[in-house]
């Protein structure tokens, strides 16, 4: 009798995991799915997509696309692919991310460990400027870049993204700085080591994790704008993000629907790599650009 | 005279070094006052000057001669606009319904003691790492009436099978719901997953031992606890919301007609391209509005929390 039970009860659970697991595969599939359509778009020839089958293989795969799309796809009045908005694209990010990390990381120092009356107000204030809808400055940063020459322009962009990435990069440093212990910044104070010497000798060398998780985020968002690209830049000097919607949404001419994502996969890649290689840091920048340590 | 002379010499030197010494004191400010200052003129500044821009009848151009709530009244008659908050109710509740109901329940799957969660997890988290613009080229393509999903499903032998959102003026707001729902929701089971593995684990075991069936246990105690997920959860996906303005642009550009305008793009468009710049301030301000509703007393009570 109670041997029976045993097994019924082993039973059911036996059947409940293999349905967890049924429909945890069922869903993975799901989410794949836009990224398995996106690739294999992108490696059929155009008759092939137009017969027919989306989610059929392609029967020869060829990197046809990804060539035009790279280099002979048009954008606007252009004809050379996206390569140059990609390179724009690395030239925009790498700058931007680079000087709002070490600002970000220096801001972060000083909220913590050299307090001073109105730190709180000064850390509220930078963290509200993490969340305003960019709308609400769109305008008036139009009018100055303009001023000062730098509209469209790579160095205007690196600006408006070092400008309104230093609330997150100031907010991740000075949430893990908190962590850190005061004794030994105040033991070195004792020992007569100076401002720039204990940030340098004992805040940065065990910053490793938290430069990490900045970078990529940083590189992520950076990487993926689109509403200040599309407002600051246009034609040759605009980033991948914007060639990417120019391309898919111009309407002359043959709708090639093999380049258009072959393009969405060069500029979903480089984020890509990053979040298969360090996907761990990758989502630690999210939670805590989120929740807030 | 020779006794006075050194006097100001060493009295020089002190100055000096009490500058210097003040300069060492002042340095951490120093080191923060240009980000601080950076975001006091470009973001509070720029704030101040949209909002003064809004009370103003800038079309192409700013003018400053200010003309009270004009562009405020033009806004709110304007039928796009009460289009745009129609469909941002719409997307707004749905987007974080959605992204809720499915990230709690792919995280109660996964807390299961699933053997392959570390090839899982990433496979539901990956859409937060591509730019909208990506996400939304993506799905433009799936959910192609002519040769997308629709075409895929009649090869496979559902001949009546329909799916015309996209261009279907009624229907295309839920594309953009979907799509944004597919980019959000692995983030979201990654906060609720956290959330769970926060749980002490001897209350379920009580639980377990008093006969309680797992789904009451869910139901009555786990799902209660993570009150706090919950709420994050609903502040991050409000704020992405409103500020929602790629995916809508790369999925379908704000139509058909306007059936998905947001406020995000109706501002786009009025300041940029209907040289309406009057009017697009006054809707920026309302957004700005929306979000501080949103994120201040959130941030608020944040701090609060910690100080205690």
Redesign the interface.
């Known amino acids: 009798m109670s041997a029976a039970t045993e097994t019924v009860s082993g039973g059911s659970a036996r059947t409940a995991?293999i349905v967890?697991?049924a429909?945890?595969l069922v869903?993975?599939a799901v989410?794949?799915?836009?990224?398995y359509?996106?690739l294999t778009?992108s490696l059929k020839p155009l008759d092939e997509?137009?017969a027919?089958?989306?989610?059929a293989l392609p029967r020869q795969p060829s990197l046809a696309s990804w060539y035009k799309a790279w280099g002979e796809a048009c954008i606007g009045v252009t004809c050379e692919g996206i390569k140059g908005y990609f390179w724009n694209s690395i030239k925009m990010v790498v700058p931007a991310v680079a000087i709002s990390t070490i600002?970000g990381a220096?801001?972060g120092y000083?909220?913590t460990k050299?307090r001073?009356p109105g730190h709180?107000l000064?850390f509220?204030?930078?963290?509200?400027?993490c969340?305003?809808?960019?709308?609400?400055?769109?305008?008036?940063?139009a009018?100055v870049l303009g001023i000062f020459g730098l509209a469209n322009s790579t160095a205007g962009l690196i600006f408006v993204h070092v400008?309104?990435g230093?609330?997150f990069t100031?907010l991740f440093f000075r949430n893990y700085y908190e962590a850190f212990p005061d004794e030994l910044v105040k033991a070195a104070m004792i020992d007569g080591a100076?401002?720039?010497k204990i940030f340098w000798r004992i805040l940065l060398p065990n910053s490793g994790p938290i430069i990490v998780v900045t970078v990529i985020y940083q590189f992520?968002n950076i990487?993926?704008?689109?509403?200040f690209g599309?407002?600051f830049s246009s034609g040759g000097a605009s980033p991948m993000?914007v060639a990417?919607?120019n391309l898919?949404?111009s309407s002359t001419g043959v709708k090639e629907?093999n380049v258009?994502?072959a393009a969405?996969v060069f500029?979903?890649l480089p984020?890509?790599l990053?979040?298969?290689v360090a996907?761990r840091y990758?989502?630690r920048g999210?939670?805590a650009g989120?929740?807030?340590g | 005279m020779t006794t006075i002379e050194p006097v100001p010499i060493v009295e020089q030197r002190q100055h000096r070094r009490s500058f210097v010494d003040r300069l060492g004191s002042m340095l951490p400010k120093i080191v923060l006052a240009p980000s601080f200052a950076i975001t006091l003129i470009f973001v509070y500044g720029f704030i101040l000057w949209t909002v003064y821009l809004s009370f103003t009848r800038s079309r192409i151009l700013p003018v400053y001669e200010l003309v009270g709530f004009d562009a405020y009244y033009r806004l709110w008659s304007q039928p796009n606009w009460y289009m745009a908050i129609k469909n941002l109710a719409i997307f707004g509740v749905l987007y974080i319904g959605l992204c809720i109901a499915i990230g709690l329940c792919i995280a109660i799957l996964m807390d299961q003691r699933i053997r392959a969660e570390g090839i899982l997890r990433p496979i539901f988290l990956y859409p937060m790492a591509l730019s909208f613009v990506v996400t939304g080229t993506a799905w433009k393509w799936f959910l192609n009436p002519g040769l997308g999903l629709e075409k895929t499903m009649h090869n496979l032998g559902w001949e009546s099978f329909k799916f015309d959102w996209l261009v279907n003026t009624d229907m295309a707001i839920y594309t953009v719901v979907i799509a944004g729902v597919w980019q959000a929701s692995g983030f979201v089971m990654a906060m609720f997953l956290a959330g769970l593995r926060g749980i002490d684990g001897e209350i379920i075991k009580a639980a377990q031992i008093d006969g309680a069936p797992t789904i009451a246990i869910y139901r009555r105690i786990i799902i209660p606890l993570l009150r706090p997920v919950f709420l994050s959860a609903i502040i991050v996906l409000a704020h992405m919301a409103i500020k929602s303005y790629d995916l809508v642009i790369a999925l379908t550009g704000g139509g058909p007609g306007n059936a998905t305008e947001l406020p995000s793009t109706f501002m786009y468009s009025y300041t940029f391209t209907r040289s309406q710049m009057a009017v697009g301030s006054a809707s920026a301000v309302m957004m700005l509005m929306g979000i501080t509703a949103i994120i201040v007393p959130y941030l608020y009570s944040e701090l609060r929390e910690k100080r205690s």
């Open positions: 995991r967890i697991y429909l945890l869903l993975a989410y794949l799915l836009p990224l359509v996106m778009t997509i137009r027919g089958d989306m989610l600002l220096l801001n000083v909220l050299w001073f709180k000064v509220g204030l930078m963290l509200f400027a969340f305003i809808p960019f709308q609400a400055v769109l305008i008036p940063m009018r400008v309104y230093l609330g100031t100076g401002f720039f992520t990487w993926n704008d689109f509403l599309v407002s993000t990417l919607n898919v949404s629907y258009d994502m969405a500029a979903a984020t890509l990053v979040y298969i996907g990758f989502v999210l939670m989120a929740v807030k």
